[in-house]
């Protein structure tokens, strides 16, 4: 089974500061991660994946993350937030088994505010 | 760029009413799902689908709940006699092949239960 825990419901960064939303995972079986975005009255867009190689993956507009498998992370960054990185973003989960077609299992979210 | 898309964007409906809740998956893609999201709450999984059967559902897809796949292109979601908590935002999505991971989402589908 897999379980994925976002810690902070809310997040508030100012503009052009360091965006951090963290993702912790458990599951039973080698897991590919993803974050997804979702803006406002929209559905959901894939950011990034980690499947395998590269434990540092880079995703659309600017955002990267890491898998550690020993810490069972995979926490989402950008270096500078921009008023449009404004959404709710969520960590999911599927694990590594034959036959793909599996199940995402998702967080319960972070919504990510920008300030001026 | 091909994208899922699903119809109605919103869906009123009255409590014990039957709803239909219809999807195009991306056209060369293979395995197909729902997903609901209640508001506020999490994403969660309803149902997968490959080669016209249901290859996995969670508890929430009871026997109020059916999938098909009635022609070459449409995806749909029954839902038999609608009550209160079954308003949510409903997602389909798609992947093209069994080595890919990467579920591409439409824009849901929101019913309101009345």
């Known amino acids: 089974a897999q379980s994925v825990t976002q810690l902070g419901s809310h997040v508030s960064v100012s503009e052009g500061a360091l965006v951090l939303l963290r993702c912790n995972y458990s599951?039973?079986?080698?897991?590919?991660l993803f974050w997804y975005v979702q803006y406002p009255n929209q559905g959901l867009q894939l950011l990034l994946k980690?499947?395998?190689?590269?434990?540092l993956v880079k995703g659309i507009n600017g955002f990267e993350a890491e898998f550690k498998k020993s810490e069972t992370s995979f926490h989402l960054t950008k270096p500078s937030a921009h008023m449009s990185d404004a959404a709710e973003y969520f960590c999911a989960v599927t694990p590594i088994l034959t036959g793909g077609g599996n199940k995402l299992t998702f967080g319960t979210g972070t919504q990510l505010k920008v300030e001026l | 760029e091909p994208e899922v898309t699903q119809t109605p964007s919103h869906q009123v409906t009255q409590m014990g009413q039957e709803v239909i809740l219809r999807c195009v998956p991306i056209s060369n893609h293979l395995y197909f799902y729902w997903y609901r999201q209640i508001l506020g709450q999490k994403v969660e999984f309803l149902v997968s689908?490959?080669?016209?059967?249901?290859?996995?559902k969670s508890e929430i897809f009871d026997d109020q709940f059916s999938v098909e796949r009635p022609d070459g292109s449409n995806f749909t979601l029954k839902i038999r006699s609608t009550k209160l908590e079954d308003s949510a935002m409903y997602f389909c999505?798609?992947?093209?092949?069994?080595?890919?991971?990467?579920?591409?989402f439409g824009p849901g589908t929101r019913l309101t239960v009345t």
């Open positions: 980690y499947t395998t190689g590269a434990t």
């Open positions: 689908f490959y080669n016209n059967e249901i290859s996995e």
């Open positions: 599951s039973s079986v080698p897991p590919y």
């Open positions: 999505a798609s992947t093209n092949n069994q080595f890919s991971y990467e579920q591409y």
